[in-house]
């Protein structure tokens, strides 16, 4: 039996500093799970001055990364830098060590995750990397694992707790985004700079990992399209609602005859989906699958605790494998299939998928204008399943709202192009896509 | 590398009909996660004339369960007879023969789990029972090993589908409980002896091996509280959302100062909760835990394809350690805490609890009533923080409704024993307990 496991641990940023705190605290917890203790032997960063809030020996301080890669007591290396470089580099130096990996880095592991999963396949070491998406929910696990019987269909995921929690203000609230956006940064749930995630980029790389372990693909980033949450309106989120549905920015992926979809966008779900009632900050990933059925996911999507003991259940996963010997590395593939046997998959261009749509014209109040907009869309094969027509602005330009049927993307933006060009129309046409019963979807 | 994994079946009714179903329709999928195909060696059942609907060779049939258990080229066991014995005492014997095994069966886990884990932990071998408790839902792997860093402290527990279902139409529709389960009988929601579902014993089962991998102690069956869904009428379930509040049937657990609370019971959450959505014949989980708050696992609760695929995933995570060596039966501790780490708890009392009570007299519509009814709460340190009084009816019984604050269950007893004996009131008080925000509980 082992006496201990030792990890080393690179970034004592946020996420670092949680993870030391449980590992710290929990001690006595882990012992009775694990047998033996986990013991940090070695934190880099580049600030050892700045108090963690956390009791360790400064003797296992140091800014020199590579001490910790290259310690021959280190079981496991622990990446929580975030970036891509040198964070790539350590892992795969790591890795060419020997050494078990865990990271919660999933703008990396999206951009660069064949590479590391390959080199950590190939040498047969275990990578983890359960706080890369959904913080404290254990969904890597659940797809890995758990769901590995499962012929996964599609996911829906909210897996950005910043905008989860803006759209939930401007809900309940009826604020505009900005005003929700300084709410979100002034309680220290968006960031000074919030590109990443309200531009939904941050969901999209979860997207990335999540469908990759669906589908036994890699899908590159650059593949998944991609709309954030700040042109999304009050006016929409009203509108939503007299229809009976609610905005949420989902990341979606879907396996039909081959080929995949993978999205971030706003999109409107029915009010009564239980995706639609997971508010604030918190994430959920609903996953669809031919056994399963239905299954949702529900916890905290961030923070350094939650993220912190995401990491810690890799820490203990691996520790687990560990203790049984040393040719366990790899006992679970690091992407749920195994390496040689992912088979490349299409992922749909947006323009080729289908999809509900609302749409949002701003035209003029004048006799014909609805006429003529719905045929411009009844050229284009697109039927309209509801209208909204509130008026009465005498002259000037008021919201004509309609529901389509399923309808091709390509479609629907042609016809906006068109719609958009003529005289009445004042403003671009607002599209938000709509999933729903006639999608043949229930998340 | 492993040629194949190979299993024997004893128990070829649903969920075994639903397992052979999977293993032989997604040989594919298995194989690219695993590297290897799980081969079906043998199934064992009395009856084997009956059709399945899945074409397997009948050479691989037999009435006789010691076959399957004594072959030496079997390496997983898979008892989804049901029923204590020889359900027992086949997987005892598996595991004698060092064999791993994998169940579904939550009586027998509830009532024979510590004589069933000892015997796999001291054999070294792993025992799969993920099928046992929610069905489709990953929930044990997460409890075993996704949360594996967490204190948890609560779990509340939409565990029988049958009952959701039932008070799902209950307060959709307004129904009484007769009609809603005569509804589910013809559904096939409901068995046609439906007690072991409606009278909360299944929930208790589900709960026992639930509270057991929270918090790391044996948890004994005749220790849960556990009153069913029959007693519960369309007029509470109307009052209930006067208050605000839906009536789920919840399996409770809770760790506070080295005591458990464990109960099944009628129980009115908040209507905005999330586990207040769950309806249908859909199963739940909410966890809170010390790190990760709160989180909720939703899925199918039953059924022979997501209990199957729970199966088939306990299949895959045991064929994944075989393969990489004998040595690794046991990685994971039967009940997630090591066997001589878990610590025996002591579970309350039902009097002990203390909750919020929502209590419903049938009283005499005459003064002064009120006024003596809260007169004996008020002796018994109870407080009110909300009445309905629905009246009118001349000299006639109506009924008096009060949500309490937080109280003590022995004095809400004592207090409703005095209530109910004085001639003004008419009918034995109904009391069902509140979980909600004062109760320091947020599910």
């Keep these: 039996m082992r006496s201990a496991v030792r990890v080393g ?3 004592f940023g946020t996420v670092g500093s949680g993870v030391v705190k449980i590992l ?7 012992r009775r799970r694990l047998g033996c203790p986990i013991e940090i032997a070695g934190i880099a960063d580049l600030d050892l001055k700045r108090d963690r809030g956390v009791a360790i020996s400064k003797a296992i301080l140091t800014t020199d990364a590579n001490r910790i890669i290259k310690d021959p007591e280190i079981d496991i290396v622990v990446e929580l830098m975030g970036g891509y470089d040198p964070a790539r580099r350590y892992l795969l130096d790591a890795i060419g060590d020997r050494k078990h990996v865990v990271t919660a880095n999933k703008a990396l592991l999206a951009a660069y995750g064949e590479e590391i999963f390959s080199a950590a396949d190939a040498a047969g070491v275990d990578i983890g990397f359960e706080g890369s998406v959904g913080g404290g929910i254990p969904i890597i696990r659940a797809m890995k694992e758990g769901l590995s019987a499962e012929n996964i269909t599609a996911i829906y995921g909210i897996v950005n707790g910043t905008c989860n929690y803006i759209l939930t203000r401007m809900t309940d609230e009826g604020k505009q985004f900005s005003e929700a956006l300084s709410d979100a940064q002034r309680l220290g749930y968006a960031e000074a700079d919030p590109t990443l995630d309200i531009g939904g980029a941050d969901s999209a790389h979860k997207l990335a990992i999540l469908a990759n372990l669906a589908f036994g ?7 998944i399209y991609t709309e954030g949450v700040d042109k999304v ?3 929409d989120i009203f509108f939503a609602e007299e229809f009976g549905y609610k905005i949420k920015l989902l990341a979606i992926a879907k396996l039909a005859d081959g080929e995949i979809e993978a999205r971030v966008h706003p999109t409107m779900i029915p009010k009564e989906y239980l995706l639609s009632k997971v508010d604030g900050v918190y994430n959920a990933i609903y996953i669809a699958g031919t056994s399963v059925g239905e299954t949702l996911f529900y916890g905290p999507g961030a923070g350094a605790i939650p993220t912190g003991a995401a990491v810690v259940s890799d820490l203990i996963d691996i520790a687990r494998n560990i203790i049984k010997g040393d040719a366990m590395g790899g006992r679970v593939p690091p992407a749920s299939f195994l390496q040689m046997s992912r088979t490349p998959l299409t992922v749909k261009r947006v323009e080729e998928i289908e999809s509900l749509y609302y749409l949002r014209f701003t035209a003029e109040d004048r006799p014909g204008v609805l006429s003529k907009i719905s ?24 919201p004509l709202v ?3 049927h399923r ?3 390509r479609d629907v933006q042609e ?18 896509r709509v999933e729903g019963p006639e999608a043949g979807e229930a998340p």
């Design 24 to 30: 710290v605290e929990r001690q006595e917890l882990i």
């Design 415 to 432: 016809a906006l192009r068109q719609v958009n060009q003529v005289n009445y129309v004042s403003e671009p046409t607002v599209l938000i």
């Design 9 to 11: 641990i690179i970034g």
């Design 217 to 223: 693909t890699p899908v590159s980033i650059k593949d």
């Design 402 to 404: 309609m529901m389509t």
């Design 407 to 409: 309808a091709r993307e």
């Design 233 to 235: 309106t009050a006016l």
């Design 375 to 398: 045929g411009v869309l009844g050229q284009y094969q697109i039927s309209i399943s509801s209208v909204i027509q509130q008026g009465r602005k005498a002259g000037g330009a008021v």
